[in-house]
């Protein structure tokens, strides 16, 4: 972990949020790196939950929710942690379930009384800062989709099974974040929310616990063994749960939670029905029939999965007697998925190889590295921040119109013709 810490750090994917003033703990910013592999992990799940389905439509509610909506759901009196605080030197705060005995890990100071804590930020809408203007910052995005319910059955053509599907930041107030973007304060959610006949859970639970786990091995690339299921008992639920299983990665600390798939059966269609007293019932087309359909939920973080493919992905080896770092990215996730180096600085290999980015831009997320420097410096640069396929203009290219491609996996190398580059990257990203 600390490995991959320092890699994101000096390569540009993640900073320490106003690092400059010392920082502020559970938030982390995106360097240019981080940024366009948080989007292509972002547009790959909107790809496949939404746009290449016709069961399921997207949403974008808002970030700051009336207390109204946070009562309904339950999250004011259930979204909390237990909290001790020590009361010796060190004065931290621990979570109360995860702590053995009574005595501080930290200083082993004497620890207080347990009390429950309300993870959810609260701020205030309107100057005046009064009981009345009190709303919160969301901790899930899934409320959003619940309260729009009615909305989106009576604005669109949606028929029962269907899906809303929604990403976007969500704000928890973690009492012990930690283990990097693991476990964060503000981080990016990416939820479904999918609409079943009442009683006909089971069999779509199965669905999307096999789906989701299918997008993380096939899509996302992510190695097969580290990955498994968990079955929640019965204690460990959420208040909305009838059931629960977690997809987790085998992480350095442990087995951890990557993705979460809940039977949310009818419960928050349920409680925001009373609670606003607005009727949330679907009438089905087919058996003239109103219910509240019921709720099968797969929901991941951004973050969670950001993690996971950079732990999964990083690996130490030795070419031409030299050890080196080497993201093993999935070409779909890598931030450059193709670099391209002129050998030298000429100013005719410079003029090709800038016309060569130019024609993958687009098709490619491509970046052109003329630093100079020996080549192989340029190539272990790209090794290190995930980038399957380098494609080198050298003087060659300017007699036989041809490049070489060179493998950030094995190294092996090869010569397409510069015509034939476009078609022959798509085929090495699609047999991946
Ligand atoms: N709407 C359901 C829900 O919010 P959750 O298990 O609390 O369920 C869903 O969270 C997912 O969000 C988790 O599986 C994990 O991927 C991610 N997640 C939760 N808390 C997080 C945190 N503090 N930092 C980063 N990701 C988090």
């Known amino acids: 972990m600390e490995k991959v810490v320092a890699l994101t750090k000096r390569r540009g994917f993640i900073y320490p949020s106003s690092e400059i003033?010392?920082?502020?703990?559970?938030?982390?910013?995106?360097?240019?790196?981080?940024?366009a592999l948080k989007r292509a992990i972002r547009d790959l799940w909107w790809r496949h939950v939404?746009?290449?389905?016709?069961?399921?439509?997207?949403?974008?509610?808002t970030l700051i929710m009336p207390e109204a909506v946070w009562e309904a759901s339950?999250?004011?009196?259930?979204?909390?942690d237990p909290l001790r605080q020590c009361l010796g030197p060190c004065r931290r705060r621990w979570r109360a379930d995860q702590l053995l005995g009574d005595r501080c890990p930290q200083c082993g100071g004497v620890l207080d009384d347990v009390r429950m804590f309300n993870l959810m930020f609260k701020t205030h809408v309107g100057p005046v800062e009064d009981r009345a203007s009190e709303a919160y910052l969301r901790p899930e995005t899934a409320q959003g989709m619940f309260v729009d319910f009615k909305n989106v059955i009576s604005s669109t053509r949606v028929r029962v099974p269907f899906g809303i599907a929604q990403q976007g930041k969500?704000?928890?107030?973690?009492i012990t974040p930690g283990n990097f973007l693991f476990r964060v304060r503000e981080f990016e959610l990416m939820e479904l929310?999918?609409?079943?006949?009442?009683?006909?859970?089971?069999?779509w639970f199965d669905y999307w616990r096999k789906?989701?786990?299918?997008?993380?091995?096939?899509?996302?690339?992510?190695?097969?063994?580290?990955?498994?299921?968990?079955?929640?008992?019965?204690e460990s639920l959420s208040h909305y749960s009838k059931q629960t299983t977690d997809i987790e990665y085998e992480f350095p600390f442990g087995w951890g939670e990557l993705e979460?798939?809940?039977d949310r059966t009818d419960y928050d269609l349920a409680v925001h029905q009373e609670k606003s007293k607005q009727d949330l019932t679907y009438l089905d087309p087919e058996t003239n029939e109103r219910y509240l359909p019921w709720v099968i939920e797969p929901?991941?973080?951004?973050?969670?999965?950001?993690?996971?493919?950079?732990?999964?992905?990083?690996?130490?080896?030795?070419?031409?007697n030299e050890p080196r770092v080497v993201l093993r990215l999935h070409p779909n996730v890598a931030p450059v998925q193709v670099a391209v180096v002129p050998l030298s600085k000429k100013e005719e290999l410079i003029k090709v190889a800038q016309e060569v980015v130019r024609s993958l831009r687009g098709e490619f997320r491509a970046e052109y590295d003329q630093t100079g420097g020996h080549i192989g410096r340029r190539y272990r640069r790209q090794d290190e921040i995930g980038t399957p396929f380098c494609v080198t203009v050298d003087f060659d290219t300017l007699s036989d119109k041809a490049v070489t491609i060179r493998m950030r996996d094995s190294t092996a190398q090869e010569r397409p013709s510069i015509d034939s580059l476009n078609e022959r990257l798509k085929a090495l990203i699609a047999a991946h």
């Open 74 to 80: 339950g999250h004011l009196a259930n979204f909390v």
């Open 260 to 262: 979460g798939i809940a």
């Open 170 to 174: 969500a704000f928890r107030n973690e």
């Open 50 to 61: 939404v746009e290449l389905r016709d069961d399921i439509v997207g949403l974008e509610s």
């Open 299 to 320: 929901a991941v973080s951004v973050e969670r999965i950001f993690v996971t493919l950079l732990l999964d992905a990083y690996d130490e080896d030795v070419v031409n």
């Open 21 to 35: 003033y010392g920082g502020l703990s559970g938030f982390y910013d995106y360097g240019p790196y981080g940024v």
């Open 211 to 234: 789906e989701r786990m299918r997008w993380h091995t096939d899509v996302l690339g992510v190695d097969k063994s580290r990955l498994r299921f968990y079955d929640h008992p019965k």
């Open 193 to 203: 929310e999918y609409f079943v006949k009442p009683r006909e859970d089971d069999e």
